[in-house]
């Protein structure tokens, strides 16, 4: 029974959540009146899972050498092909998966640029962070997962904050530009902290972080929802959800593959890595200990900068956003002239 309480128990609070979100689907979301069917693009999206697919793998073996040099090219090849086909296949698709237009709309691009900022720059460390902290600082599980809720409640905190501000004033172009400056300096001073200092630290650190990224992470679907045409609202606000997906799987496949080759090519001699757990180092000797901390440390420190870099490409990318205010309605399409009218 001891056994049985193990950590795959924490996947069972997705059930009761995902019940009250079903209730609430039925029960809350307005009706909506039913639209002429549309066509679906199936072979988009097809090319478009294999190709994300073939990416992520390539990037995850890449990085940690878990397949041979033929194997690598194999999936990136497969992953550039699908990718050139899929863009064949959305620019004659009737109702693409993915319109290409969006691309040619500059609020719109920087949105998907910054949305994807997001995905490289915190999702993908964001699930390391706690095991970071508990080999460098030599906590517990427990505690380790301080410094993810101190990022979330930085979210939560300037997504409120700044959403009632947009809200008020109409302007945006100030917090993406904002927020992304301030996410880079919490993962550069991420990469320039030392092993055992106080938690606190750390958790001021990723609050940063979360700060940051609050201040524009949902500000920059209403830009593009309201940059685009009406009946487009739909396919834009899943291309900024999508970008962000994509960056997210394959930053963490490349992130993961880093952490993991750096490790073990790192560790002391005389340890097993596949003991090594957080578990095994509270029982290690204070030496050993202060090596894999000062480990964890080093392989950190370098992707904690080319995440803040990644963040500093959003700061460019805020700045190139056309300044704008949020409009109050949704564009309406413009009415079709009757044929023969001038």
Do not use: K
């Amino acid at each position: 029974m001891v056994a049985a309480r193990g950590w795959r128990w924490v996947f069972w609070i997705n059930i009761p959540v995902g019940l009250v979100a079903l209730v609430l689907a039925v029960i809350a979301v307005p009706h909506i009146d039913r639209q002429p069917a549309r066509r679906f693009d199936v072979l988009g999206a097809v090319l478009l899972g294999v190709s994300i697919t073939a990416l992520v793998l390539a990037a995850g073996w890449a990085t940690s050498g878990g397949a041979d040099l033929p194997v690598i090219i194999a999936a990136a090849v497969v992953a550039a092909v699908g990718s050139l086909a899929f863009v064949m296949v959305e620019l004659r698709a009737s109702a693409p998966i993915v319109p290409l237009r969006h691309f040619a709309n500059r609020t719109v691009l920087m949105s998907i640029i910054l949305s994807t900022v997001i995905g490289v720059g915190l999702f993908s460390v964001v699930s390391y962070v706690p095991t970071y902290i508990q080999m460098a600082y030599r906590t517990s599980a427990t505690v380790s997962g301080l410094v993810p809720i101190a990022t979330v409640f930085g979210m939560l905190v300037s997504t409120l904050v700044t959403g009632w501000l947009a809200s008020r004033s109409g302007r945006y172009r100030l917090f993406p530009v904002i927020g992304t400056a301030l996410a880079a300096t919490g993962l550069f001073v991420m990469a320039a902290l030392p092993p055992g200092l106080p938690l606190w630290v750390p958790m001021a650190a990723m609050a940063v972080v979360g700060i940051g990224t609050g201040a524009f992470m949902n500000i920059i679907v209403a830009v593009a929802q309201s940059a685009a045409a009406r009946e487009d609202t739909g396919s834009v606000t899943a291309t900024v959800s999508l970008v962000r997906q994509i960056g997210s799987t394959t930053a963490t496949a490349v992130v993961g593959g880093v952490i993991g080759a750096g490790v073990l090519a790192g560790l002391p001699t005389g340890i097993d890595p596949a003991l090594l757990t957080p578990q095994a180092m509270q029982t290690a000797s204070a030496a050993v200990q202060a090596e894999v901390a000062a480990l964890y440390s080093a392989v950190l420190a370098p992707v904690f900068v080319g995440l803040g870099i990644a963040y500093l490409v959003g700061v460019v990318a805020a700045l190139l956003m056309p300044p704008g205010r949020l409009a109050d309605t949704l564009e309406e399409p413009a009415p079709a002239l009757a044929e023969g009218t001038p």
